[in-house]
């Protein structure tokens, strides 16, 4: 179900526009063009229906901020709309715990709003970690990190940290100061890049009144980036967002460049790349099997591209279906591969019997027509032997399977 977001304006001009930008941060708008629609609105619903509010500083019956009030006293994630950025309306506006404000002024800011709109939704499932023996800056980062719906985890010593970051693998950043009780900053930092690459956990060096010369021992030390005490909100935010998006978009890079865009299975480059990084000796007994459609041209040739297409992302539901415990790959066209460590050989050939059989009877229904394949299956499980030997072994038996006539699977030379 999407989300919703309440949006408090009493311009119809800005209601309408902050509407279409929820909409395509894929959340639903809620309009309200008064404090006291707000309120009536709210009496039928629990915070938690609304991920945030987007809310106008003044409002008619709401001149000085009072909507802002009622949502955060509800405890709603507010983002505050203004009309400007001056700077008694800023500190107006910043006390009263908002996640962020938006000026009306131009329109960078409305993409500003959707960014944050995107975030605020991402952020439920970040986890972030505040590492410092200072209550005041674990409160206070912890309050600024909690508006925005990350999940907050804070420790006061290195020790905890590492305890906490094996516990949750969804920690993606840490927030550390420099003097911790077990550790300076900077040994802690260096530590955790010893583990863990820029990629995989952003660091930010939280620098004290060291000042300038902390923050590039941090930044030599393996963080990603630092801020210095006193940091004014909204630059703690911005890297805080920028880091988490670095992150995020080297993810996706890296995701990209390991996955068959059709199937969504590993491709052939990532499929050497997860066996040789997960067996450094050979993880006998094992097996090896090479997948391939029967006279898949036909399907392509009869009903098209689109139905060819549909075809292959339906047998590879079923291969992830059939093949739990094993690393298989799309490996180009309609060929697949799969890799069963620690199998006997008498078991995957029963696992592969059976989704040869269910490639057989399935009925892959595209467009209204119902289109049926069959499979060959060429399979080695020599256990002295390397992948390369495997597969080398699997493609001979493949052919002959084919030349066997197909929907078959050929276990022997
Ligand atoms: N729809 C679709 N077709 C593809 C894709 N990749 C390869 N093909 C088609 O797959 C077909 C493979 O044909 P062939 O190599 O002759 O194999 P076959 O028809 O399955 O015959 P046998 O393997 O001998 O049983 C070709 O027509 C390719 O164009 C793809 O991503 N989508």
Known sequence: MQQKVL??????????????????????????????????????STPETFLCA?????????????????????FLPTIAVTEDINPLTRSAVLERQVIDYVPKENAQNYDYLHRLLKRLHKNKYTGVMVVSNDRQVRNDMTSLLLRHN????????????????GAHPHIRLILTTNTLPDASGTQFVSSLRKALSKEQLGIIGIAGAEGTIMSAHFIKSGANDFLRIPYCH??????????????????????????DYLTGLSNRRHFFYEVNLGYSSLPTPHSLALLDLDFFKRINDDYGHDAGDAVLKAIARLITQHFDNAVFARFGG?????????????????????????????CIVHEGHELHVTTSIGVCSYDDSDIDTLLREADKRLY??????????CSSD
């Open 234 to 259: 909204e630059e703690a935010l911005c890297r805080i967002m920028q880091n988490v998006e670095y992150m995020e978009s080297v993810q996706a890079i890296r995701e990209a460049a390991n996955t």
């Open 334 to 362: 309609e060929e697949f591969c799969v890799y069963f460590p620690h199998s006997e050989a008498g078991d995957v050939l029963k696992r592969l019997e059976a989704f040869r059989l269910d490639v057989e009877q399935s």
């Open 150 to 165: 990350f999940v907050v985890y804070e420790c006061t010593c290195a020790a905890d940290a590492y305890q906490l970051l």
């Open 54 to 74: 987007i809310v106008a500083y003044a409002l008619p019956d709401a001149p000085r901020g009072e909507a802002i009030d009622f949502t955060t006293g509800a």
């Open 400 to 409: 002959r399977a084919k030349h066997l006539g197909r929907n078959q699977i």
């Open 7 to 44: 949006v408090i304006e009493s311009s119809d001009t800005s209601l309408k526009r902050v509407s279409r930008l929820v909409r395509k941060a894929g959340l639903s708008p809620v309009g309200a063009d008064s404090l006291i629609q707000a309120r009536q609105l709210f009496e039928h």
